[in-house]
T-cell receptor, first 115, second 113 residues
């Protein structure tokens, strides 16, 4: 069975400083991994995805994540936080169950950006 | 290209009633999945439809059901509403079942009073 653990429920950074949102996963097979962002009262927007190609994945808005199989981690980083980055972030693992795909979501990390 | 469209955006229903939510996927996408998001339980998978057939189901009671039409539009229905059904219901579309990427709508906020 697959699972996702987001290690921090809340992260607070100052504008212009680096962002690190941590994610560990458990999967029976070679998973696909994603980071989604959700702004208040909005749906989820895909930031980036890993699908067994390059282990360092670049996404939108300056975010990137590194897949580390030995550590079963997929941490999300950004060199310099912007006020507009304040939102909730979800780490997601996708496994195929037969012919069906099932997404398993982490519990989310609320990112606060301080001026 | 239009994104995933969910209607209505907001709903208020009374306990015991039933409700139907609608999702129109991205044009050309044939797989539609539904998720429930609550503060306590987070995002939980409800079911996935492809070619008008349910392909996968999460761990929800039978009061939660869905269907998909030939144009890939999907509806989910919740009968005998309970207070705990209050949630944001999100729909996601993908080109095919088993596709690695899902595109989400803005959700329907259901409040049960």
């Amino acid at each position: 069975a697959q699972s996702v653990t987001q290690l921090d429920s809340h992260v607070s950074v100052s504008e212009g400083t680096p962002v690190l949102l941590r994610c560990n996963y458990s999967s029976s097979y070679s998973p696909s991994l994603f980071w989604y962002v959700q702004h208040p009262n909005k749906g989820l927007q895909l930031l980036l995805k890993y699908t067994s190609a390059a282990t360092l994945v670049k996404g939108i808005n300056g975010f990137e994540a590194e897949f580390k199989k030995s550590e079963t981690s997929f941490h999300l980083t950004k060199p310099s936080a912007h006020m507009s980055d304040a939102a909730e972030y979800f780490c997601v693992v996708s496994d195929l169950l037969g012919s069906a795909r099932q997404l398993t979501f982490g519990s989310g990390t609320q990112l606060t950006v301080l001026p | 290209k239009a994104g995933v469209t969910q209607t209505p955006r907001y709903l208020i229903k009374t306990r015991g009633q039933q409700v139907t939510l609608s999702c129109s996927p991205i044009s050309g996408h044939r797989s539609v999945s539904w998720y429930q998001q609550t503060p306590g339980q987070g995002l939980q998978f409800l079911f996935e439809y492809f070619s008008e057939t349910q392909r996968n189901k999460g761990n929800f009671p039978g009061r939660f059901s869905g269907r998909q039409f030939s144009n890939s539009r999907s509806e989910m229905n919740v009968s005998t509403l309970e207070l705990g059904d209050s949630a944001l219901y999100l729909c996601a579309s993908s080109p095919e079942v088993g596709a690695t990427e899902a595109f989400f709508g803005q959700g329907t906020r259901l409040t049960v009073v």
